[in-house]
């Protein structure tokens, strides 16, 4: 028999646990409306849903142009990719140069360019999905003479964090956005054929999960992810990105972990 008290006590549990999952709120940003419609690229009268369609029908196809062309870029292509590079119709339309827009302070007090990423990627993936951007131009800008191409300054709370955001932009794939919140190490121990829409706050997986957590990390371990969790959510906040299961995989993250950390210290 449960009286009016262990009621009490339990709706007010199922109430902190509400206010945990809600631990990273969504700011406001631009209205959708400012995203690029389809028919920037000569469609008409295209609605968004027809444009969400067709980036997860070519999202992973343009995303294994993103990949060969970054492997390139870093010295470690293969003659494979070197090959593929040549007239991919997938390959991607421009380069970043993401860097974080803050001054380096040096012992002696001088100061130095942060460090720049370069991050090959396809405008229309940007500008369909981001309402917070730097003018993009149509076509990549290339000087054959001394073999340059133009790469567009994107400016960003946390540079290093952009690929995991940038990856999603193109796959959707939640239940891997998830799992790069989460420790490294963890990944490999979580049941085969667990995605992140079995993961509710009051689900078994949940409790699973957190339970992995507490167990096998530390606090430290754990504050460490939730505080990139943070960061990356001030990268989606800058870019201004709408993606509502974007915002659901950060929040259960941001649960889990709070969760995790709270049990361990228990």
């Keep these: 028999m449960i009286t009016s008290s262990g009621t ?7 109430s902190r646990q509400k206010r945990s999952h809600r631990g990273i709120p969504r700011p406001s940003t631009p209205p ?18 027809y444009t969400e369609d067709c980036i997860k029908l070519l999202g992973l196809r ?5 990949e060969r062309v970054t492997r390139v870029f870093r010295g470690a292509g293969t003659i494979e990719d070197h090959r593929s590079a040549v007239g991919d119709p997938y390959l991607p339309t421009h380069i970043l140069a993401i860097c974080d827009g803050r001054r380096n302070h040096s012992p002696d007090g001088s100061t130095s360019s942060p460090p720049v990423m370069i991050q090959p990627t396809h405008r229309y993936i940007l500008t369909s999905q981001c309402t917070n951007l730097p003018d993009i131009p149509d076509k990549l800008s290339f000087s054959p003479s001394n073999h340059t191409v133009d790469a567009i300054p994107l400016h960003l709370p946390y540079p290093k964090l952009f690929e995991p ?16 919140f989460l420790p490294p190490k963890c990944r490999t121990n979580i049941p085969a054929g667990t995605k992140a829409y079995h993961i509710g706050p009051c689900s078994t997986s949940c409790s699973c999960l957190v339970s992995l957590l507490s167990k096998s990390y530390t606090k430290q371990d754990l504050t460490t992810c939730l505080i990139r969790l ?17 915002w659901r995989v950060m929040k259960l993250a941001s649960f889990v972990l709070r969760l995790a950390i709270s049990v361990s210290v228990a």
């Design 230 to 246: 943070v960061a990356f959510k001030e990268n989606v906040t800058s870019l201004g990105v709408h993606d509502h299961n974007l």
């Design 62 to 66: 343009l995303l294994e142009g993103v």
């Design 32 to 49: 959708k409306a400012a995203l690029t419609p389809l028919s920037s690229l000569g469609a008409r009268k295209v609605p968004f849903s």
């Design 8 to 14: 009490r006590t339990g709706i007010e549990r199922k």
């Design 165 to 180: 955001l940038h990856r999603y932009l193109y796959n959707h794939n939640t239940t891997q956005l998830l799992y790069s």
